[in-house]
Every structure is written in structure tokens, then in C-alpha cells.
């Protein structure tokens, strides 16, 4: 088990991330996603990266834990998140939901964007409490909501 979990650390701290241990991970994830969600479970493995997430690449710390690029499908996870522990997968979890999201052109059909990060950090507090950590996915089921609603001007 140890071997196993040095060698996707190993495999996962490369530039583009298109190795198979991370489509397998992506792969258990969507399935999980499908279980709470309608979305199915069998998406294309995207492209995931890890690396320092800045704004519009300046050179400046990170504000989040992953992004997802609608324009590209691609995914980028922070190279200090630990994939190997429940909590590190929920960030790519998240971002798995904003590919199944658009995948299936929800993005169309909702009034702001906010109602996508809603049910993304919904599933993301899902997962974390399926894997007993009960007070993390409190903390996400907040962030949920101070970023999941539609102001008047977005709508």
C-alpha cells in the first residue's frame, strides 16, 4: 500500500498529470459524482495539472485549492495538495464537477455561475462526509454558501 501511494505521489508530482493512476483516481471520483448527482459516471479522463494556481499568471500566492478551465476541460490541482488523503481528492473532486458540469452544458442553464460552485462544493461536502471527516465538510458546505448564490446583478 505504501509503495502504491509513493509511487502515484511519484507519478502525480509531473507537469501534466495524464498518468493512469490519476485517470483511475479521476475515474473513482466521477463515480462518487454520479452517486450524488446526474451526471454519469463515466467521463474522459481530463488533463490535470499540478502546480501553483496565480492570477492570470502573475507570480502571486494562490487563493484556491484547484481550478477548472472551461475553455480547455483542463484541470489544475495546487502541487501542495496531497491526492493520497480524502481530503486532497476532494479538491480535484470538485473540479471534476465543474468538468461534469460542463460536459452535460449545465453552464447554459443556470442563472449565474455561482449555482455551479453551489453544487460543487454540495458534492464535495458529500464526499468528505462519506470519508468521516464530518467538520471539513461543514467548512465546505459554508464556503458552499457564501460562493453558491446568485446576486441580483448576476442574475
Known sequence: MALRLALVALILSAAPAAATPLCDMAADLNRFIATVTD?????????????????????????????????????EIAADIDLTDPLGQSYLLHELVHHAQYMAGVQHRVRCVAELEREAYAVQAAFLRSHGLGIEAVMVSFLGDMHGSCTPRDS
Open 39 to 75: 451526471y454519469p459516471a463515466r467521463a474522459p479522463c481530463p488533463v490535470v495539472t499540478r502546480g501553483w494556481l496565480t492570477a492570470a499568471g502573475a507570480d502571486v500566492p494562490r487563493s484556491q485549492a484547484g481550478a477548472f478551465f472551461p475553455d480547455t476541460g483542463a484541470i
